[in-house]
């Protein structure tokens, strides 16, 4: 960018010059002078008659430039004429940097903006595939859970109907057991025993049946 506008500066800067050397060769070079004396005289023939048409005044015979003021006219016309080439070329230049630049500006964001929808279509693709998965695992742990639960139910029922008993306030649950008594011999149960209590006389009772009949006869 900076190089371009020192590109242009030295290019106005040169350009005036150059003009100034084209008014030197025009009076001096025969060919240069013949072209600007014809230049001169056609755009002054030109000039008058424009003014004479938008003035509305009646036409009348134009009389030529001196061949002096001729040469000077022509050669500050070619002067002038390659002043606005130059400005018209550099101001040409910068309006197609400008495009190109534009243009090299626009396909970046055009390939940005391309690289951010494919990877906006692979993020989609991830998330659902993702959510799909997600969806196939929690359909499984729903089941699962289903699962367990109609088990729990089912074993609250058969606690429930078995006769369980439950804690007070947790929700634990266990079986009622009945624990049968030791059985205990009939020496160690006459000393532990009370004469008073009845668990005595049941606890003797097999042993007065069990006894020998050879006895009973004497």
Not at 26 to 39: D, G, I, P, S
Request: charged content about 30%; overall charge neutral.
């Amino acid at each position: 960018m900076a190089s371009a506008k020192i590109a242009t500066l030295l290019i106005r800067t040169l350009a005036k010059p150059i003009s100034n050397q084209l008014k030197t060769q025009a009076k001096q070079h025969e060919t240069f002078r013949t072209f600007c004396v014809n230049l001169a005289q056609r755009m002054y023939r030109t000039e008058v008659r424009l003014r004479t048409n938008l003035l509305g005044e009646p036409a009348k015979h134009v009389r030529p430039l001196s061949e002096t003021r001729a040469i000077e006219n022509g050669a500050n016309a070619l002067a002038e004429g390659f002043l606005f080439s130059v400005a018209a070329a550099l101001i040409l230049a910068e309006t197609w940097r400008s495009s190109r630049n534009q243009t090299k500006r626009r396909d970046k964001v055009d390939d940005q903006l391309e690289e951010l929808d494919s990877k906006v279509m692979a993020l989609t693709e991830r998330t659902e595939s993702l959510q799909r998965l997600y969806e196939e695992r929690w359909e499984e742990e729903k089941q699962r859970n289903d699962e367990l639960a109609r088990i729990l139910e089912r074993v609250v029922e058969i606690g429930l109907r078995g006769g369980w008993a439950e804690f007070e306030g947790t929700p634990l649950q266990l079986p009622r057991v009945q624990l049968a008594r030791p059985r205990r011999t009939s020496s160690s149960a006459s000393e532990s025993t009370d004469p008073g209590d009845p668990s005595t006389d049941t606890a003797s009772s097999p042993s007065d049946n069990s006894e020998d009949p050879s006895s009973r006869d004497t």
